[in-house]
């Protein structure tokens, strides 16, 4: 089984820099694809990076420039660096890790960012 645990959010002025940590038990390697998905207050999850299990990566035009998904397999964590901070940028950020052969799509509890203008 696969479990995720999202840490890092926080308070942050406008133009500042945060990352978020998501730890992941269970192997890493069966993981397809990895993403930061975010929610603002009254909208919908929105994809915000993903990373796959061949290094692809895809970003939110939103964000592309500024924020960062890598992944340390030594250490079983994807990282999402978000630099240039914006106010809209406020929301929950959520891990997802997808495990195609077996059907698994699975998600983090979630770790709040607030930028403050």
């Known amino acids: 089984q696969v479990q995720l645990v999202e840490s890092g959010g926080g308070l942050v002025q406008a133009g500042g820099s945060l990352r978020l940590s998501c730890a992941v038990s269970g192997s890493i390697f069966s993981i397809n694809v990895m993403g930061w998905y975010r929610q603002a207050p009254g909208k919908q999850r929105e994809l915000v990076a993903s990373l796959t299990s061949s290094g692809s990566t895809n970003y939110a035009d939103s964000v592309k420039g500024r924020f960062t998904i890598s992944r340390d397999n030594a250490k079983n964590t994807v990282y999402l660096q978000m630099n240039s901070l914006k106010p809209e940028d406020t929301a929950v950020y959520y891990c997802?890790?997808?495990?195609?052969?077996?059907?698994?799509?699975?998600w983090g509890q979630g770790t709040l960012v607030t930028v403050s203008s």
């Open positions: 997802n890790a997808r495990v195609w052969s077996r059907g698994l799509d699975v």
